[in-house]
């Protein structure tokens, strides 16, 4: 079976993001940039059904050349290929570009089944896996918890989580996208002869020109949003201890300051 | 000049650091409490090649190079002193024997065995009345026609309770004195080798330390490594690594316990600001900074030349004694920055305190170190 992983580099999640001085964007020096959480799911269960079924996990990754070393670390635990889609000209992408060009990469190569991780843990947008969904007019099931494929590797099953936490179990057929959340496996560490082995796997670079892409099609040029300034979300006031000794009148205080200072109730 | 580590090594270090930091860092204190290190430990770091770690692929082993092996003990120290030189004895003081040493015969017996970890080894060269001053064993192997017949009390065996396999030393031939000394490999279930007791001890407290003790006990005539009375060459040699391990260890420490202090000097607030707005404060860590900084160097720089297989006794010994004392100075400030709570156990730097004693003392003391360093530049 081909297995396909869509992976994205972001910053560690313990990164303190910084905006730089125009507020055009963060502040990347010193920035650690790690497999983004949730494709670490999605690149688990491609290895995972590899190893049950058979066939090739192609990992492909849109990004700055740094983003090879993201690639490097999925085939260390385990992909067989990377494809980096790599130009200058993508940079500023929103996700209905991103998703355009991974799709028009993605749709060169056989596939079964094309996983990715819920969102990205850096912008949070969640919209990645749907729009490829429409450009390769595939069927997708989001924040899966739980998949199952079928014994003719026909369809798979997914437990998904509902907007209200509600778990629904979808049934869709194959080739589809499936998009990670967390609980879905847990993803292994890296051995290292995976690591020595890594280095000599094919990392194909494809640019612009190799996509038959012109350059106002991508980019921030070819994107519908335009993120017009970054800030910081304002800091939390602490919290309010309100003190008493009887209940009644902590309570009392408590509903006063609901009503007319957060203004809630 | 360039310091810059390869691709390789530095996603080594990273893959150690995410192992090292998610997995055993929160149970390094369960296993000091417990004195143990359970076994499946053992088992998940085989599965992901760090109980073979330099061996060729042939078998089995990662096939990393002498400094990627070190990223990683530096890795592991930081969060797990007693486990990191549970493993630098096995890989670089038992593997490394029996592949430098070994004939081909005892390769394909013993290295795929102890790469996968279904063997652990341990090295015992310390007896009792023989610590520092090696050469003056009293542990006999008289060789009779095809075995060696071995009596005599080993001590401090790191891993001693938990290996299947010694690197052991003793005298084939006791006239000849340090000249006598050969190394034997000894399977753990030979009969009348009594393996004691787990010494209680004050740091690396997961870590398995045994005294041996051999009476009439009989080992295969084969089993000898490497070349008859020449033991004492191989201790020697396998000791370069052995401290440049201990150095890495003791920057992973060191390390481990600047950042503990750190982050607590951020926290703690005493007249109404942060301990790390004092100058008293800042000083201190800058000086911890500079240390272990040096000290990395100095481990990094005798790592090199052991990977271009330069000899390096010398720059190991400085890079062993170096990192160790600031390894204790940098957790005495640690604790100190601490105040009391670096005194109680729920804070890392007690243990990392602990921990970092026994660098100055295990694989040669800092005297001895200090002989190595001055005999070079007496030579
Ligand atoms: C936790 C732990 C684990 C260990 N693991 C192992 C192991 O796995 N295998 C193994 O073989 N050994 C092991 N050892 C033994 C260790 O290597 C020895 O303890 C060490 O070499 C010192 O020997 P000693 O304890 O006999 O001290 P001694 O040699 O008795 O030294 C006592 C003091 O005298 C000093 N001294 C001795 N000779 C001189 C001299 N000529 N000039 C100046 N000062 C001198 C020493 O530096 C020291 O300060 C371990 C020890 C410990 C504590």
């Known amino acids: ?87 200058p000209s993508f940079e500023g992408s929103d996700s209905y570009v991103t998703a355009k060009i991974l799709a028009k990469a993605i749709s060169e190569i056989p596939f079964d089944i094309i996983l990715t991780g819920k969102q990205g843990v850096d912008f949070d947008n969640s919209q990645v896996f749907a729009y490829l969904a429409n450009f390769l007019n595939l069927p997708f099931v989001s924040v899966v918890m739980d998949l199952e494929l079928s014994s003719d590797l026909k369809s798979v099953t997914a437990k998904r989580e509902g907007e209200g936490g509600e778990k629904e179990m979808i049934q869709i057929p194959l080739p589809a996208i499936i998009a990670a959340q967390k609980d879905l496996n847990q993803p292994r560490y890296a051995s290292l ?30 994107s519908r949003v335009k993120v017009k300034n970054y800030s910081l979300p304002p800091e939390r006031k602490a919290g309010q201890i309100i003190q008493g000794e009887d209940p009644t009148e902590v309570c009392e205080i408590l509903v006063k300051l609901l009503r007319e200072e957060a203004k809630i109730i | 000049m360039d310091f810059k580590l390869t691709e390789d090594q530095r996603m080594i270090k990273e893959e150690a650091k995410k192992f090292a930091q998610k997995r055993l860092a929160p149970l390094a204190q369960e296993f000091d409490e417990k004195e143990e290190i359970p076994k499946e430990i053992y088992k998940e770091l085989s599965e992901l090649g760090y109980m073979g770690m330099m061996l060729p692929e042939k078998y089995g082993g990662s096939n990393l190079d002498f400094i990627s092996y070190i990223l990683v003990m530096e890795e592991f120290a930081k969060a797990c002193a007693a486990l990191e030189i549970s493993l630098s004895v096995h890989n670089s003081l038992v593997c490394d024997a ?21 063997w652990i080894g341990a090295y015992s060269l310390t007896e009792p009345s023989a610590g520092t001053d090696a050469g003056s064993l009293k542990t006999t192997a008289l060789l009779n026609k095809d075995y060696y017949l071995i009596n005599g009390t080993k001590s401090f065996v790191t891993n001693g309770g938990i290996a299947d396999l010694f690197v052991f030393f003793a005298l084939t031939n006791p006239e000849a004195k340090s000249k006598g000394i050969s190394c034997l490999l000894v399977e753990k279930n030979v009969e009348s080798l009594n393996i004691g ?32 009375n020449h033991g004492l060459r191989i201790a020697l040699t396998l000791l370069d690594s052995g401290r440049i391990g201990v150095g890495a260890q003791s920057v992973g420490i060191a390390q481990a316990a600047l950042d503990e202090a750190l982050e607590y000097s951020k926290q703690r607030v005493q007249f109404g600001q942060p301990i790390c707005n004092f100058q008293a404060i800042q000083f201190k860590l800058a000086d911890m900074a500079t240390q272990i900084d040096a000290a990395r160097l100095l481990v990094y720089r005798a790592a090199h030349l052991k990977s271009k297989n330069i000899r390096c006794s010398v720059e190991a010994s400085m890079a062993k004694v170096f990192a160790s004392e600031v390894a204790n100075m940098v957790v005495n400030e640690a604790v100190q920055i601490h105040g009391g709570y670096g005194y109680m156990k729920e804070y890392a730097v007690e243990r990392y305190f602990r921990d970092a004693r026994v660098t100055e003392i295990y694989e040669g003391t800092s005297e001895a170190q200090r002989i190595v360093i001055s005999k070079g530049l007496l030579k």
């Open chain 2, 197 to 228: 007791a787990k010494e209680k001890k004050m740091g690396i407290r997961g870590s398995d330390t045994r005294e041996l003790s051999f009476e009439d006990c009989k080992i295969p005539k084969e089993n000898l490594l490497g070349e008859q």
């Open chain 1, 193 to 222: 002869p995976g690591i020595m082995k890594a280095k000599k796997k094919e990392i194909k670079n494809l640019t612009l020109s190799d996509l038959d892409f012109s350059a106002d099609e991508v980019g921030e040029k070819g």
């Open chain 1, 1 to 87: 079976m081909n297995i396909v992983v869509c992976i994205k580099q972001v910053p560690d999640t313990e990164t303190k993001i910084q905006i730089n001085s125009d507020g055009s964007g963060i502040v990347t020096e010193g920035i650690k940039y790690v497999v983004n959480p949730y494709d670490e799911y999605a690149l688990e269960e491609g290895v995972r059904l590899k190893e049950k079924f058979g066939g090739e996990v192609t990992v492909i990754s849109l990004g700055p050349e740094r983003a090879k070393e993201a690639i490097r670390n999925c085939l260390a635990v385990g992909a067989d290929k990377g494809i980096h889609l790599n130009d």
């Open chain 2, 98 to 118: 029996i592949f430098q040493f070994g004939t081909e015969k005892q390769k394909e017996k013993y290295l795929p065995k102890l790469a996968k970890g279904e």
